[in-house]
């Protein structure tokens, strides 16, 4: 009888530091993943990158097969070090096509600011959620349904308003995609935790998407509400 409960705490014990690992490894590439998309961002900005400018719908759909490219090559490439390697080429991907958000924020006389209010903003709501997704002792998967449909909505709407071009439309889909994403933080996190996610690299893309679409739907709302032209 001793015997058995030794080898239970000795399992319970041997998966909590496994999940601890996988969650401590997924910070530390999470804060890696940020040098190639700041290093992407910054060169999209010097040569002013775009991808099928005269198109956005080219542009979007490219966009797309790019993405889904990288997420089959991690998915792939997950068990290895080639797997880290295809996650910071995403990275860096995701970076470049950010620029020319930034480009455009940056025409305004605050731009700066409005950038770094967005960071900030984004901080905080991931050190907040993940906190949550840390302690609390409430079971959040039930809500990976829900928070799913809504990314199809709003990304139906994205589509129909690069037609309508509606700011209006735009403060809706940037202010829900801002609460969706923030609800994946909770989800994420705690697929960790609970040991749903084993991984570390899908477990950090799955984390850097929520918080590469928090920033820039914070950014997209303070440019739409707070830019100042000069």
């Known amino acids: 009888m001793d ?6 705490f000795g399992a319970s014990s ?10 401590r490894n997924t910070y530390w590439l999470l804060a890696l993943s940020m040098i190639p998309t700041v290093i992407g961002a910054w060169l999209g900005l010097q040569i002013h990158f775009s991808l099928f400018a005269g198109s956005p719908m080219i542009s979007f759909i490219a966009f797309l097969a790019i993405a889904f490219g990288f997420f089959y090559a991690i998915e792939k ?9 295809v996650l910071l080429g995403f990275t860096f991907f995701m970076g470049l096509m950010l620029s020319r958000m930034l480009e455009q924020i940056l025409h305004f006389s605050n731009g700066s600011s409005l950038i770094m209010t967005a960071f900030g903003g984004t901080a905080i709501i991931f050190a907040v959620m993940a906190s949550i997704a840390t302690t609390s002792k409430r079971d959040f998967s039930g809500m990976g349904s829900w928070l799913f449909a809504g990314v199809i ?3 139906l709407a994205g589509i129909a308003n690069i037609f309508l071009q509606m700011p209006l439309i735009q403060v809706v889909i940037s202010a ?7 609800a994946y933080i909770l989800v994420d996190v705690q697929r960790i935790i609970n040991g749903g996610e084993t991984n570390y690299i ?4 799955a984390i850097y998407l929520d918080i590469y679409n928090i920033f820039v739907n914070l950014l997209s709302l303070l440019g739409i509400l707070g830019g100042e032209r000069d």
């Open 176 to 182: 829900i995609a801002v609460a969706i994403f923030s």
């Open 14 to 23: 041997d998966m909590l530091a496994v999940r601890h690992r996988v969650l």
């Open 202 to 205: 899908t477990a950090t893309l």
């Open 77 to 85: 490439t997950k068990h290895s070090a080639t797997g880290i390697a």
């Open 153 to 155: 909505v709003i990304l």
């Open 3 to 8: 015997q058995q409960l030794q080898g239970m």
